[in-house]
């Protein structure tokens, strides 16, 4: 068989799909990608806002390290996007009162960072398993401690941290805090929408291939192929199926397999977390917070007792936000809405969620002339029937690294049952390279990156050398 036939499928197309589509293509098989939606990118979703002169991102919208990230690598090869790092921080402590200075902000920024680089794994585990919330705020009281700062501010504080975990503190194991890779350099902002980027990094060919409004619902690998049956235009087949699709898809069951997963894939499913931050791109009439800050966030102390003020008040300890200002001179922020508050807010209208801005940002700006977006456009992902939620964590008392080996691992047909093999597969292991196989890809399988798009591009690279080592193109 000459390499050209070798049909491959890749199912998704949003970071992961395309970084193995380009792979694939290096290496000369030009795979079929399907995606259902009617647009590319998947979680990347940039979108003009609040005009066509300015993309903002409504997924992932930092790059978390700059050294060795793909990302990076991508946005500096693409036209019109650049990088700029978070210098200044504003607090706002309480409703009413002055925000912090600037440098009085980024100590108090970076007394929390001490507390968790401070963090180590537990000697004693607890019965069930360890939260992030379980460790973290006796650190944070130390902290506080040594640099005089008010301990309630820090304790509020940490809920803005729920951004990276995309559930509460108390439900995010604390396993997630060791077992994780960084980039080295600090966290940038993406100016001209990371859609772009990944745009770039994928190629045109790559992305004018991919069949948009392929909704894929059943995958059948029981027979000398594998069959791939979509929603609204009926069924290809094809020696090697990648499936990139979120986690989320994976746990509602929207992908009927025949022959089943293993036992120990459909457990990964159940037990990796798969938790809600949304974001919401807020334009204002003009700047009323402190225009030097590239980060803002509002706290809500115990102390703010007033139930006039608390029903004004979106309901988290900290609300955090960008601020565009610095960088483009306009009055436009992105506000992280967390957990809970994604959740709240997607069964909100977009003029509802304008409103309920106002009276929060009221009160921490008292004097601003107005608070109230003039307009405002929130992401939905839990409601989104092609995301479920917005990324995967470790959950308490699960194996996270352990669901992530099985998410990732290869899958073949023996005996008449979903067989996995293990991830990456070896160049000499026993296994027919004509026998049809299932791939895996997306954030969820990338065991240091995952949660973020870097993860997804090299998950997507990384199985796409898998298809082509079990077709003997390639020796891992
Ligand atoms: C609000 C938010 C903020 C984030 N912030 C950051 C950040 O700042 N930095 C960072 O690095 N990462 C961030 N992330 C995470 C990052 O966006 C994801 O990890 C990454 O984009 C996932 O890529 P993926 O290819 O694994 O999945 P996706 O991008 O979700 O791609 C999977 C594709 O599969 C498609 N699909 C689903 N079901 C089917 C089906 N049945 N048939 C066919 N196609 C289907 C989907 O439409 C999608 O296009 C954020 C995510 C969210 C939601």
Redesign the pocket.
Known sequence: MTTSVRRVII???????LAAARRLREHGIIPIV????DRV????HSVPFPDKGCMLNL????V?GAEGNP?TAAIEAAPDISMIPFASNVVIPRPGAPPMSVDDSNRFIEAEAEALESLRPPANPKQGGDSIADLIHPALAQVAAKYGIEAELMRCNIDAIVSQYADDLDKVSSRQLFDVGEFEGGDYMVLGGIWGALHAFAGDAVVSSVRLN???THITHSGADVRVRTRQHGELSADAVLV???LG?LKAG??AFEPPLSTRRQQAIARQGFGV???ALLEFSEVFWPAEADYLVTLRPSDVTDPAVLNDLLPRDAVPFVSYTTVMDRPLMLCFLNAGLGVQLEECTDEEVAGLFERHLKRYFPHASSTRPVRCRI?R?LKDP??HG??SYFSVGGDGLGNISALAAPCLVAGGASSDISSPIQADQDHPSNAPALFWA??HTHELYY??????MLSGQRAADEILAHFGQLPL
């Open positions: 199912i998704g197309a949003g970071a992961a799909g399907l995606e259902a939606r990118g998947g979680r990347v997924g992932a919208s930092i978390h990302l392929h909704e894929v990139t699709v979120p898809v929207d992908i931050l949304d974001l992401s992902w092609y995301a917005s990324f997306g954030e949660a973020t798009v870097p993860g997804a």
